[in-house]
């Protein structure tokens, strides 16, 4: 009998097979994986602008309280973010404002951010 250590041609063949299935289900996931990572990076960009355009309008508001803020058509930002679209709306209100700014890109005007923020007359 021969004791010499080793593995048989069964236990390779098994060893194959569970790692192809494992390397199958990694291969099915990574298109959703980058989906969702590419979602999320649209998500994060629509975010900041709309942030950074609540704190531009707000700014504008405490200066010029009684001006109107409204801004109803698409307006667009320069490049790199040209595929992305913004409304803002004020609410008209005596002392206190509250403006709202819609961010959303072209490819997917259905997932809106909406960032909301209140500005009092000083």
Known sequence: MNKRGGFSLLEILVALVVMSVGT???INWMPLALRT???LE???KALFLA???TEEIKSEAIANFNQDFNQ????IWP???NTFRW????DGGSNIKV?????WEIEDADNKITFDTKVAQR
Do not use: C, F, G
Not at 72 to 75: K, N, P, W
Not at 99 to 103: E, H, Y
């Open 87 to 90: 409304t803002a709306s004020d």
């Open 24 to 26: 199958l289900a990694i």
């Open 37 to 39: 990572k590419t979602n």
């Open 51 to 53: 942030q950074e355009k």
């Open 99 to 103: 403006i709202s700014v819609t961010v």
């Open 79 to 81: 490049s790199p973010y």
């Open 72 to 75: 109803t058509s698409e307006a």
């Open 42 to 44: 649209k998500r994060t």
